[in-house]
């Protein structure tokens, strides 16, 4: 491309050729900065003081623009400019970068079609102005430009998907033959005229319509009430788009000379002065966190107003919005905005959120920077978030539901507020607010021409960049477009897929490589092949940190305990104490010393397919403020391969090896998973200390791990897992805490600790269930019961009850679920705890929860039988292998913990329940001895024991008393029948 030089080399301005001319016009008007975004080039008004800017010389207008005539007239000798142009297109290649030569043509069409010097003021006739300006009688075969314009175009197109630097021409519609067939595309390019646009200017000043995005329908009601002002050329471009807006969409719309031109007034007006130190971005945003809107007034330059101070945001963000707006004393300003209290009337941004306030109603769209920006007007597309006044929450109600949309609607932390969710721009769309009067005029409501823009919605984000995960690729949203494509250099295009049910979205192909992301990328979105909207998309390989983000308010989220109920995440109990490594040897407690006779166990299939999963979850707690259930299921279940009802055993492995962490929403019936920053614990085992990396480890984190333990002479261990689906936690071995302090240091970890000791979390279950009386009766629905027979919750169990003692299982949207306990129909007591409601139920009951198994493990059968959290987590960390959910002998689930030796086992067992330990030995003994005798029951075939019967015999006789039998005699079935129906009533 002929751009490379900045200087001509011609001093005096009335000597430049025609080339250099060429050059300096596509320089001010097409040219941007290799690779940048920019929007498409629609209007072409070619003015002297644009002709004077062009050729940056100090001169005025006038001679700017006389110098460009004389150069055009040069160049032409005797020809029209018709044939000239059409000449040194004959002389160039489209295909190639080099500027057309006959854009200095083009460019002198436009200028002539609005240009009011007072030579051409007395006619309007396009030939008539061009024959005056170039000097000449006649100015034949116009129709040559046609064709002219769109080569332009087109060049344009292809060296802006090229990424060289130049804005794309858009050509308005003209028609194929009769008037404006030949010159449209000057004369449209060019409108409004000067005259024109001042008219637009008075015309909207007077009806309020400045300052802000202009509203469709008050935009085509003030013009058509005054179209008479305007000149025809004007009228005709008015009258195109009246036409157009009843077939085209938006987004087409919004490129139209009409629209651009309409925009461009409302927004800035005629003339932009300088507004000098408050010329400066403000705008209020919304976080929602933590099931509350959190609102702050930022801004992109620091400034010193009335009353008014910014200061710098404390953690770095992408976002050109680095500061915090507060007063004089550093308290933030949102309070002040909606309070009565004066603000600095010279900042306009200010002044219209006010205005927002006091309309009662504030939209705010989903930003690309993972919060929410305060609208103006109804946006193009996507998730809205809206603090409502009570004055129009009864109207808005009334109207959403209309559409049959409800709301998730709550209280504000500001008095008379409420704040809503699960609104979209598409469902408010189809609203006709003229219904309801109290929000007609809501300006934020009116609908508007939104710019065209590609917006990225999921995916994982990572400071600007996007992580090149398959399973976690962004969505391209964009309304209006035909076809999106993605710019994967060298010339290559990839089209992205549009959504099945959804308009809108475009997902990246199934079958596309993430490797051939990695980089800096382009998204196009087409319509009618023409360009609506594009912009730059970079991909990295993963996320290289572990700073994960954690609840702003802990003590909102409620987390299982070593008590009946749950607590607040910040009153939760800590696994883990500070390691004092002055203080010599630790004491070793029971639970700490592994046995070198350790049975050898078996390691769990290959945890290659984990990585990637581990990846996306590392990558997505780096990047947003926890997991939502219902967001975390399909992942894990997609990466997984397993069915849902599989998912919770797992998730609840992972949760118990220190992954994850699972909140409950003390507000909410919602249930968000935190990643937990990896640290070394360590503890106590074979005469050394062991060391675990907990947490959610990344890949690169891992390997890192893994090398540096080997280089600093520390033995690593094994890693296993009983699960091929949870992940074996990496170990490693050392006499000397120091090297392990220096690996920690190494990885940029936080300060090892140690696992504190198993006591600390182990109590009676009997008691804390006797003891404990939340008895508070409510009206709660019931949602699932708890079924003994098949031990899961279910709507209709077949046995609700077992020796007096049932579980109803509580739900409501407004609260996290409750579990209530039940002994012969009498409310004992409800808890927050899944876990902590089956084991209380079973130990009142007196079933057994566990059962013994060879090489220091105990196994249970059932839905939420598992050990304590905080017991749980201190098990995973000192056990040999990460505890998780098996598949035992008979094909059924179980889930199993296994413990660095049987005294480990026998402390925690016993702690539990030991008023009923030596009672179940003692009455597996009985029950032993009564089966044995039945077994021996004589002249009958042998049949296959059902695995029904086997298993209520183990779950109720310490799972020995049959031993290794398959077949028993068939006269034995009603005998063992009958011995599990007394075991069931309690009798001995």
Not at 59 to 76: N, P, T, Y
Not at 146 to 161: H, I, K, M, T
Not at 753 to 761: W, Y
Request: net charge neutral; hydrophobic share 40%; proline share 7%.
């Amino acid at each position: 491309m002929v751009v490379d030089d900045p200087e001509s080399e011609h001093d005096d301005l009335h000597q430049w050729t025609l080339d250099e001319w060429d050059t300096a016009l596509f320089r001010r008007f097409f040219a941007v900065p290799p690779k940048v975004p920019a929007p498409p080039l629609v209007r072409l008004c070619i003015t002297g003081e644009d002709l004077r800017a062009a050729c940056a010389h100090r001169c005025a207008a006038g001679d700017a623009r006389a110098a460009f005539i004389e150069s055009v007239k040069r160049a032409l000798g005797r020809h029209s400019l018709a044939f000239g142009a059409s000449r040194r297109r004959d002389s160039w290649n489209p295909e190639s970068a080099a500027l057309p030569p006959f854009l200095s043509h083009l460019l002198l069409t436009c200028m002539v079609a609005n240009d009011l010097a007072d030579e051409l003021r007395w006619t309007g006739n396009f030939r008539e102005r061009l024959c005056h300006v170039l000097g000449t009688h006649s100015q034949p075969q116009l129709e040559r430009l046609r064709p002219l314009w769109e080569d332009l175009a087109a060049w344009s197109v292809r060296q802006n998907l090229a990424g060289i630097g130049c804005r794309q021409l858009r050509l308005p519609r003209i028609p194929g033959s009769g008037y404006h067939s030949i010159i449209g595309y000057s004369v449209r390019l060019a409108v409004p005229s000067r005259r024109d646009q001042s008219s637009l200017a008075a015309l909207f000043r007077r009806n309020d319509l400045e300052g802000r995005e202009p509203t469709l329908n008050s935009v085509l009601h003030v013009v058509s009430a005054n179209v008479g002002k305007f000149s025809s050329d004007f009228g005709d471009v008015f009258n195109d788009f009246v036409t157009a807006l009843k077939s085209q969409p938006l987004s087409a719309l919004f490129h139209t000379t009409f629209w651009t031109a309409v925009r461009e007034i409302c927004l800035s007006g005629v003339h932009r002065p300088d507004r000098g130190p408050t010329a400066v971005r403000i705008r209020l945003e919304l976080e929602d966190d933590d099931g509350q809107f959190w609102l702050a007034l930022t801004s992109d330059t620091a400034i010193q107003l009335d009353g008014v101070k910014t200061v710098a945001v404390p953690h770095g963000r992408e976002s050109p919005f680095q500061f915090i707006l507060t007063d004089r004393d550093g308290n933030g300003l949102v309070s002040t905005m909606f309070s009565s209290s004066r603000i600095d009337p010279t900042v306009r941004e200010l002044a219209n959120i006010r205005s927002a306030i006091a309309e009662g109603l504030l939209l705010f769209e989903e930003g690309d920077d993972y919060v929410f920006v305060l609208s103006s007007a109804l946006p193009a597309s996507g998730q809205l978030r809206c603090l409502v006044s009570d004055q129009l929450k009864e109207p808005l109600m009334k109207a959403v539901a209309s559409l049959g949309v409800r709301p998730e609607v709550t209280r504000s932390m500001y008095a008379g507020w409420s704040e809503w969710r699960g609104l979209t721009v598409e469902g408010l769309r189809r609203l006709s607010f003229s219904r309801f009067p109290a929000l007609a005029c809501i300006r934020s409501l009116r609908v508007t021409i939104p710019p065209p823009e590609i917006k990225l919605r999921g995916g994982i984000r990572v400071g600007s960049s996007f992580v090149a995960l398959s399973e976690a690729l962004p969505l391209a949203e964009v309304p209006g477009a035909e076809r999106v494509i993605l710019d994967l250099g060298g010339g290559e295009w990839e089209d992205l897929e549009r959504l099945a049910e959804s308009e809108g979205a475009w997902c990246f192909a199934p079958t596309l490589v993430p490797a051939r992301l990695i980089g800096s990328r382009r998204i196009v979105a087409l319509a009618e092949s023409v360009p609506i909207a594009e912009r730059r998309i970079d991909f990295i390989e993963s996320a290289f940190t572990t700073d994960y983000k954690e609840p702003l308010d802990p003590r909102r989220w409620l987390v299982e305990s070593i008590g009946i109920d749950t607590v607040p995440f910040s009153d939760g109990p800590i696994c883990t104490a500070p390691l004092e490594e002055k203080a010599g040897p630790e004491r070793e407690s029971n639970h700490l010393t592994g046995s070198i006779n350790q049975p050898s166990i078996s390691a769990a299939p290959s945890q290659t397919s984990l990585i990637r999963l581990m990846n996306l979850l590392c990558a997505r707690s780096a990047a947003q403020r926890g997991i939502s259930e219902g967001e975390l299921i399909p992942i894990m279940t997609g990466e997984l391969g397993v069915k849902v009802s599989e998912i919770w055993a797992i998730l609840r492995a992972w949760v118990e090896a220190g992954m994850l962490e699972a909140l409950t929403d003390a507000r909410w019936r919602a249930r968000t998973y935190f990643g937990r920053t990896p640290q070394l614990v360590v503890h106590r085992r074979f005469g050394q200390y062991e060391a675990v990396l907990t947490g959610l480890v990344p890949p690169f984190l891992l390997e890192r791990f893994d090398k540096l333990s080997i280089a600093t002479g520390i033995i690593p261990v094994e890693q296993t897992s009983v699960s091929p689906f949870v992940p074996a936690l990496p170990r490693c071995r050392s006499h000397h805490l120091r090297r392990l302090s220096e690996i920690a240091r190494e990885l940029n970890l936080a300060p090892v600790v140690r696992v504190r000791p198993l006591e600390d979390f182990l109590g009676p279950v009997l008691s804390s269930a006797e003891l404990h009386s939340s008895t508070v009766h409510d009206s709660w629905p019931v949602y699932r019961r708890w079924d003994w027979k098949r031990r899961v919750f279910s709507e209709n169990p077949p046995e609700p009850t077992r020796s007096g003692i049932s579980i109803e299982w509580c739900r409501r949207d407004d609260g996290p679920d409750r579990y209530k306990l039940y002994q012969d129909g009498s409310l004992l007591w409800w808890t927050r705890s899944r876990t902590w409601a089956v084991l209380s139920a079973f130990t009142l009951a007196c079933v057994p929860v566990f059962s013994r198994q060879p090489g220091s493990a105990i196994e249970s059968q059932g839905d939420s039988l598992y050990l304590p959290l905080p017991a749980a987590r201190v098990v995973s960390w000192i056990g040999p292998v990460t505890a998780g959910p098996v598949k035992v002998a008979d094909g059924q689930g179980a889930y199993r913990y296994t413990f660095p030796d049987e005294r480990s086992r026998e402390l925690v067992v016993t702690g539990f329940w030991p008023d009923i330990v030596e009672t179940t030995g003692k009455r597996s003994a009985v029950i032993g001895e009564r089966l044995a005798a039945i077994l021996r029951t004589g002249g009958s075939p042998l049949v296959p024991l059902p695995v029904h019967l086997r298993r209520a015999l183990r779950e109720l006789c310490g799972g020995h008393a049959l031993g290794e039998s398959r077949l028993v005699p068939a006269l034995a079935l009603p005998q063992l029948y009958a011995v599990i129906r007394s075991l069931e009533k309690g009798a001995p």
